[in-house]
């Protein structure tokens, strides 16, 4: 935001808070949590300038600290090993004393994104035998509060006299709230590891990339001023309406008039309207807006040490044209979190997204918003290290944009780790543990067909699922795509496709639709990538201009 907007409110929504003459830690921090191993943990708070702050773990070493003149310290703890043994972490200065019992030292992960992430595990397939049955104490969880902000914030709230953040276990009485993509992912590098797991979640339904990216690098990017203008205008009529007094007489005001056009409308038989919303009633720079779910959950916890991140999020930059800043504002979340946690190469795990809505027309297929979204995330896997693209088109039956299976999902996640992260290899053998299904790697026509063929190493015992042919299509010069017929051959690890619609040939996609249908897998039944051979551009409904894959 620009300072010379609204002064005032710069002032009230100052990022930092003073602290002078109270010990206090930063409110990740909390009974049960868990601590990453094997890097030195930082660990924060505030107290009063010049005053020395002690922090000890257990039976190790006292590390120390002078706390700055703003109020902040900060001390880094030697790297410890796994610990399923709950230890005290005690901080004192002066006669001040704050300290969290139960605390593992194990692996923590942050999970980010949106409601697909944020879904919890009382509300996915199977709750209700995995809620019931959840029984992993060594698996725990922290959510954050949603708080949105124009400034960087330096903690998160929590419950008044609360000690710190409430991270709770994965038991059958506290299980059901933790995030279920989050929650399998855990509960499977709790059992390959052996280690006590963490998982932060940072998730908030609704969210688009701009709202987890630095209001500093989104300036930079054209497509994303309109989003700038459209809060800073909202800044303005709410200083210029009166703010929070100002607010409430207007809702009173429009409730009163609803009151009466609802009597009204009962008197005559006609159709009540809709009440007011209270909500939009509300303080916008509290509201979604660009890096504002940035500054108010993630800053809070980006000193934490932790080991990597899960991300879940497009959803909601596939309506309209809110396509149109993903390809920019998409890889920025992943270089500004690694900013964040001052880890350039921290693992970053994108869950790719599902589909929903009902399959209308070829063309409608084609050129949906999702297919955009899939491919700028499958783009932005490929030219970003240390990160992976979990799969999910398959984990949805209907049109729900929120698939009910977390299960693969979060199994597909672990699979990623374990490889990629940790190293793990095959079952009694020294290879790679493979995670990534069929992954698109060239095209060659042959006569009146297509073949295509994968990377190596990931179409082992290429199939298609039950034998169905789905989710192929074709097309020739016109540009006009076809259903395709297709044929696995197993020696050579590729696909044979083709239509009799299609005498002609050049370019073949799979899963590209707004609810993708298709089964081809490998031998691990890991699903396929979704691909397309082509470049053209992508001009999608409701929308003014067209999509093109972005330069390197």
């Known amino acids: 935001m620009r300072r010379s907007v609204l002064s005032g409110l710069w002032i009230a929504l100052a990022a930092s808070v003073s602290f002078a003459g109270d010990l206090k830690l930063a409110n990740v921090f909390g009974d049960h949590m868990v601590l990453q191993q094997e890097k030195p943990v930082r660990v924060w708070g505030w107290g009063e300038p010049g005053e020395e702050v002690a922090v000890g773990f257990g039976s190790g070493d006292v590390a120390r600290a002078t706390v700055e003149a703003d109020g902040s310290w900060a001390i880094t703890l030697d790297a410890m090993t796994k610990s399923f043994e709950g230890r005290e972490l005690v901080i004192e200065s002066g006669e001040e004393r704050v300290s969290f019992t139960d605390v593992l030292v194990g692996e923590v992960w942050v999970c980010g994104g949106q409601s697909n992430m944020e879904w919890t595990l009382r509300s996915s397939r199977d709750a209700d035998v995995e809620v019931e049955s959840a029984d992993t104490p060594g698996v725990r969880y922290l959510r954050l509060p949603k708080v949105a902000h124009i400034e960087p914030q330096s903690d998160f709230p929590v419950k008044e006299g609360a000690n710190g953040g409430d991270w709770r276990l994965c038991l059958r009485e506290e299980a059901s709230d933790c995030t279920g993509v989050g929650y399998y992912f855990a509960r499977r590098l709790r059992r390959r590891l052996d280690v006590p797991v963490g998982l932060i979640d940072n ?20 497509e994303v001023q309109p989003y700038f203008d459209d809060i800073e205008a909202q800044l303005a009529a709410w200083e210029e309406g009166g703010r929070a007094e100002g607010a409430e007489r207007r809702f009173k005001e429009d409730t009163a008039a609803w009151e009466e056009a609802r009597d009204a409308a009962k008197a005559a038989g006609e159709r009540e309207p809709r009440r007011p919303d209270k909500g939009k009633y509300e303080d916008p720079a509290t509201k979604g807006q660009p890096g504002g779910m940035l500054n108010g959950s993630l800053r809070p916890i980006a000193p934490a040490t932790v080991r990597g991140v899960l ?147 990931t179409a082992n015992g290429l199939r298609l699922d039950q034998d169905e042919e789905a989710g192929f299509y074709i097309a020739g010069a016109d540009k006009e795509f076809h259903h395709a017929r297709v044929r696995v051959d197993g020696g050579d690890k590729s696909l044979v496709v083709w239509s009799d619609e299609v005498p002609e040939p050049i370019a073949v996609r799979y899963g590209w639709s707004n609810l993708p249908a298709g089964g081809l897998m490998n031998s691990r039944e890991l699903p396929a990538y979704p691909f397309r051979s082509d470049t053209w551009p992508l001009t999608p409904h409701q929308s003014t201009g067209s999509y093109e894959v972005p330069g390197d």
């Open 311 to 457: 991300f879940y999020q497009g959803e909601n930059n596939s309506f309209s044209e809110s396509w149109k800043p993903f390809h920019r504002t998409f890889p920025a979340v992943v270089s500004d979190w690694r900013a964040l946690f001052g880890d350039p190469e921290l693992p970053f795990g994108i869950i790719q997204i599902a589909g929903w809505s009902n399959r209308r027309s070829m063309t409608y297929d084609m050129n949906h918003h999702t297919n955009i979204v899939r491919e700028l995330q499958h783009i932005t896997w490929e030219r970003t290290e240390n990160t992976g693209l979990i799969v999910t088109y398959d984990t949805n039956s209907n049109g729900s944009i929120h698939p009910g299976r977390k299960l693969p999902v979060g199994e597909r996640s672990a699979r990623w780790a374990l490889a990629e992260v940790y190293g793990i290899k095959r079952y009694r053998s020294n290879d790679p543990l493979e995670w990534r299904g069929p992954l698109y790697e060239s095209m060659e026509v042959e006569e009146k067909k297509l073949r295509v063929r994968f990377v190596e190493g």
């Open 203 to 222: 998730s908030w339904g609704g969210t688009m990339a701009q709202h987890w990216v630095t209001q500093e690098t989104l300036r930079g990017f054209p």
